[in-house]
């Protein structure tokens, strides 16, 4: 069984002689950003790929203190990963969860359990779980699912729903819900494909998702909680990257007409309003209150930029240096802290995966704030 390079500088998986152990070595570097003088800590630093979950999936402690991402024992292709927790100044890294074939990872809203499928099995563990990662509770299965959370996982902001995408034995495509207590488990819906499921923050559970288009050709649906009510939203020329706007209630999307640009909408709107052009922006994401934007870019790259929603002025906060490739991991994928106060990003500027965040200066929201 190999052992834990985290904590004695060897190998990474853990298990083995290293169960008893408590502590791990702290991979922090923090630099200056040489375009704006922002501080920058990188978090991650050990030789395997690391990453942020998907931009829009919970992955932050409401206290802003913690964050949860995924990381994998060893370089490879046929390495696996695991969840790893890390406080937002580089201490107390180790893992969440020790198990093969895990995806979905989403923490809970009181920040205490991560949850993540196994198969057709939704899977909890503590947050402060043991130094080796290895509680992990079966919570509830769904019999017809051969892969669970094909892709992302999503959570209530209530905490007493987990929702997420799987493969079935048929080999259609499903949305699932897991009730967070054991007492459910069921498909929802099925269809040809289902992406980006994500569930509105704001309320009950607002599920969002991409789907086969309706009848006028609008792919982005929305339902309730329980799967009902099906309908589409009215946003066209949508680049595939959209998030609810933190906790208002409203969807926030880069879209390709302007090129490049940020606008949000909400059910009952049939335009969009714009919130930012001319900045080639990539992947979007808002602050709880919705006042601030944070986007990566390219096509070019001009780094990361911070958005006054309010006054629609934007500048640079730092440069991400990631090489926005094909793989997922290439992308910075910003997202805000929950308090607002920092970005956590991706980039692999080292010629490898790591995670980072990075202050945001109030010179730079006074400047933006007109």
């Known amino acids: 069984m ?5 904590l004695i500088g060897v190998y990474r998986s853990v298990g083995g002689a290293i169960q008893a152990a408590s502590a791990y070595s702290m991979e922090r570097i923090p630099r200056i950003d040489p375009l704006t003088g922002a501080r920058i800590l990188q978090l991650t630093s050990y030789p395997a790929l690391s990453h942020t979950l998907y931009y829009h999936c919970p992955s932050i402690t409401p206290d802003s203190k913690t964050l949860v991402f995924m990381t994998y024992n060893r370089a490879g292709r046929f390495s696996t990963p695991d969840a790893w927790r890390v406080n937002l100044d580089g201490t107390e890294i180790r893992p969440v ?15 205490k359990t991560v949850y993540c499928q196994q198969g057709g099995t939704l899977l909890a563990a503590p947050l402060e779980n043991s130094p080796t990662g290895n509680i992990a509770y079966e919570v509830a299965s769904i019999p017809d699912v051969v892969i669970g959370a094909t892709l992302l996982g999503s959570i209530t902001a209530d905490g007493k729903w987990y929702i997420s995408t799987a493969f079935l034995t048929d080999g259609s495509t499903a949305l699932v819900r897991y009730a967070t207590d054991g007492s459910e488990a069921r498909v929802l819906k099925v269809a040809e494909y289902l992406v980006h499921v994500q569930v509105d923050q704001s309320d009950a559970g607002r599920i969002l998702y991409v789907a086969p288009p309706d009848a006028k050709g609008r792919s982005m649906w929305v339902t309730d909680c329980d799967g009902g009510n099906p309908r589409t939203l009215n946003l ?4 595939g990257h959209f998030v609810w706007f933190g906790k208002t209630g409203r969807l926030l999307s880069t879209v390709n007409d302007p ?3 940020i606008v949000s909408i909400a059910e009952s709107e049939d335009e969009p309003q714009l919130i930012a052009k001319g900045g080639h922006f ?5 602050s709880q209150d919705g006042k601030w934007v944070v986007s990566d870019t390219n096509w070019p790259d001009i780094g990361l930029i911070l958005i006054n929603t309010e006054t629609g002025l934007w500048a640079p906060l730092c440069r991400a240096e990631a ?23 991706n980039s692999d500027r080292t010629g490898i995966g790591q995670v980072y ?3 945001i200066p109030e010179s730079l929201r006074q400047q933006l704030s007109g």
């Open 357 to 359: 965040t990075v202050e």
């Open 323 to 345: 090489s926005e490739g094909h793989p997922q991991w290439t992308h910075p994928h910003p997202m805000f802290t929950p308090d607002g106060r920092r970005i956590v990003f």
């Open 259 to 261: 090129f490049g640009s």
């Open 2 to 6: 190999e052992i834990d390079s985290r």
């Open 236 to 239: 066209r020329h949508s680049t």
């Open 282 to 286: 990539w992947h979007a994401a808002g």
């Open 97 to 111: 969860t020790n198990r093969e074939g895990l995806a979905g990872f989403v923490i809970s809203p009181d920040g």
